[in-house]
């Protein structure tokens, strides 16, 4: 199986559309969503090519593919638009002896499992990328596709196997990568 990651797409159109691209042609599997998908919140300038509306259009087809949460941008009103669950503060995921936990990273952790040896926590929220392993946990950021911060750009992750990667999205260059345990 082979997933791909993204989080922050905050009504970004053109940036979905790049990493939607590279899910086609990557030939993934899976979607996994880290929440703040169509607002651009308070905090935030309004993205180039802002479209809240046809962000949901376009993921709308992939409905089947994605597991989506919900990020400190997301409401009850965009629930609206999508036609997969996207309410959810945190979901899990059973692959190959792993644990998937999502979230989106805004919430106190201890509202959330804690974390287990061989776990892999995705979580998106600070738009900047993270992938590093502590006690036994792999802690995934993929970083976001519109609005990256703390000097990074635009990315997305990528999880395979037996590996763990982030990628910019303009480039598809490889930022970070792990290998599992």
């Known amino acids: 199986m082979k997933i791909m990651v993204i989080s922050d797409i905050h009504g970004k159109l053109p940036a979905l559309e790049k990493a939607l691209d590279i899910y086609k042609k990557g030939n993934f599997q899976k979607l996994f969503i880290l929440g703040d998908l169509m ?33 400190n941008c997301d409401s009850e009103v965009d629930q609206m638009l999508l036609e997969f669950p ?65 000097g990074f750009t635009a990315s997305f992750g990528i999880i395979e196997e037996d590996q763990y990667s982030v990628c910019l999205l303009d480039s598809q260059e490889l930022l970070f990568s792990l290998s599992r345990e």
Do not use: M
């Not at 905090?43 to 089947?64: C, F, Q, S, W």
């Not at 804690?114 to 502590?134: A, D, F, Q, S, W």
């Open 86 to 150: 996207v309410l959810a503060d945190s979901a899990q995921f059973a692959w190959d002896k792993r644990r998937f936990v999502l979230t989106h990273g805004h919430l106190d952790a201890s509202r959330v499992l804690p974390p287990l040896y061989g776990e892999v926590r995705l979580t998106g929220h600070t738009h900047i990328p993270v992938l590093e392993v502590k006690e036994g946990v792999c802690y995934f950021n993929p970083g976001s596709v519109s609005l990256p911060k703390g």
């Open 39 to 71: 607002y651009h919140g308070p905090r935030n300038p309004i993205p180039e090519g802002y479209d809240p509306a046809g962000v949901a259009a376009r993921l709308n087809p992939l409905k089947e593919e994605i597991l989506a949460i919900r990020g």
